[in-house]
T-cell receptor
Framework: QVQLVQSGAEVKNPGASVRVSCKASGFTFSNYYIHWVRQAPGQGLEWMGIINPSGDRTTYAQKFQGRVIMTRDTSTSTVYMDLSSLISEDTAVYYCLRWKDSPDYWGQGTLITVSS | DIVVTQSPDSLAMSLGERATINCKSSQPILKSSNNKDALAWYQQKPGQPPRLLIYWASTRESGVPDRFSGSGSGTDFTLTISSLQAEDVAVYYC?????????FGQGTKLEIK
């Protein structure tokens, strides 16, 4: 069955960086775009960016430009989202989701807490 | 960026009633490639990721009960739940995917009266 399994929760200090992974299974990984969306506690959904199926093209929301890098490893069917220069406002659940014809499967989410 | 605005922010309805949530985009989101509006609707329950209900404004996702329907065109869209069930208590979001960033509405919290 289709699965997107994300890495576990992390606590980071302000100014640090974090890497969240999203491992795909149950489908042809190379056929799908992968998006990242985050949700601060008690807040709505915020689109962060997208990586294309071959991994050679990314588009980021301007808000995250210069702080986020999305990559994918086809050998392990895994997508990575690196976010740097963390601040307390980056505390959120981060989701990956696949998208071809529709945004039909989401990962379970990864809670990143930024706190000193 | 395209701004997406939902109304109302919250809604309390009785079981069996019809619930309607509105979504307005700041500009048209009709894709010329397929002549469809690039709008999705999601349901999110506490502690869970969003669940896709509707895409291309009116196409129901596989497995979604047929009491959920999407309509609208241009800049104005609606999610309708024809007969509210207890399990429909959730927050509902719309999202435009016409152009990046793929912006979301602020969410509508649906409760049982």
């Amino acid at each position: 069955q289709v699965q997107l399994v994300q890495s576990g929760a992390e606590v980071k200090n302000p100014g640090a960086s974090v890497r969240v992974s999203c491992k795909a299974s149950g489908f042809t990984f190379s056929n799908y775009y992968i998006h990242w969306v985050r949700q601060a506690p008690g807040q709505g959904l915020e689109w962060m960016g997208i990586i294309n199926p071959s991994g050679d093209r990314t588009t980021y929301a301007q808000k995250f430009q210069g702080r986020v890098i999305m990559t994918r490893d086809t050998s392990t069917s895994t997508v990575y989202m690196d976010l740097s220069s963390l601040i307390s406002e980056d505390t959120a659940v981060y989701y990956c989701l696949r998208w071809k014809d529709s945004p039909d499967y989401w990962g379970q989410g990864t809670l990143i807490t930024v706190s000193s | 960026d395209i701004v997406v605005t939902q109304s109302p922010d919250s809604l309390a309805m009785s079981l069996g009633e019809r619930a309607t949530i509105n979504c307005k985009s700041s500009q048209p989101i009709l894709k010329s490639s397929n002549n469809k509006d690039a709008l999705a609707w999601y349901q999110q329950k506490p502690g869970q990721p969003p669940r896709l209900l509707i895409y291309w404004a009116s196409t129901r996702e596989s497995g979604v009960p047929d009491r959920f329907s999407g309509s609208g065109s241009g800049t104005d869209f609606t999610l309708t739940i024809s007969s509210l069930q207890a399990e429909d208590v959730a927050v509902y979001y719309c999202q435009q995917y016409y152009s990046t960033p793929y912006t979301f509405g602020q969410g509508t919290k649906l409760e049982i009266k």
